[in-house]
């Protein structure tokens, strides 16, 4: 069974603060690709990144990085200096390699950005 | 613009009513999926549709009928609904279902209410 554990339902930051999102993950497979979403306000789900199981290495994009912990099972998320704009609900996913591309999300951080 | 559209963007709908969600894709993929969107409860997928096929069924009560004329439509046939069918539905899409993960891509959801 995939499960994906995001255990802080809503963080509060000041703007240029840093945060972190926490995701755990269980499944049997020993591969896997973990995915993690952005929900802003306006409802579509916007896809940030895939992860592989094999590929540990850890990866930025801008302001956003991203640490792959297999050991641990966690694929943790970072946002440097937060802006507003980072105000959203970000999700963080599972999918194993067989089945019909099912996706276990986790509840979902929500994460607002004080001016 | 995430290339996946759905409408309508909000629906009130009485418990004997009938109506449907719509969903389009413009990105030339082979998969669409249906998911639900609960308060407080992580996304849960209904149905997938790989090359206009329904390969999976999650188990949804059968007044939500799913059709997929083609790749790039997919409708969510709504009847005698319950009040807590009230969500947010959103359809995604991606290049494929198979072994190799593929990113899906959402569109912004219908919120639905049910008096």
């Known amino acids: 069974a995939q499960k994906v554990t995001q255990a802080q339902t809503e963080i509060s930051v000041v703007e240029k603060e840093d945060v972190t999102l926490d995701c755990v993950y269980e499944t049997r497979d020993t591969t896997y690709y973990l995915f993690w979403y952005k929900q802003p306000p306006s409802g579509e789900l916007v896809f940030l990144i895939r992860r592989n199981s094999f590929d540990e290495q850890n990866e930025i994009s801008g302001r956003y990085s991203w640490n792959f912990q297999k050991s641990t099972s966690s694929f943790n998320f970072t946002i440097t200096a937060s802006q507003v704009v980072d105000s959203a609900v970000y999700f963080c996913a599972l999918r194993s390699p067989y089945g019909n591309n099912r996706l276990a999300f986790g509840k979902g951080n929500q994460v607002v950005v004080i001016p | 613009e995430t290339g996946v559209t759905q409408t309508p963007r909000h629906l009130v709908m009485g418990m004997t009513n009938k109506k449907s969600l719509k969903c389009e894709q413009h990105?030339?993929?082979?998969?669409m999926y249906w998911y639900k969107q609960s308060a407080k409860k992580p996304l849960e997928l209904m149905f997938v549709y790989s090359l206009e096929e329904r390969v999976e069924n999650n188990s949804v009560p059968s007044r939500f009928s799913p059709e997929c004329p083609n790749s790039s439509h997919l409708f969510l046939h709504l009847h005698t609904l319950q009040p807590e069918d009230s969500a947010l539905y959103l359809c995604?899409?991606?290049?494929?279902?198979?072994?190799?993960?593929?990113?899906?891509?959402f569109g912004p959801g219908t919120r639905l209410t049910v008096t």
């Open positions: 995604a899409s991606s290049q494929g279902t198979g072994d190799f993960s593929y990113e899906q891509y």
């Open positions: 990105l030339g993929h082979n998969a």
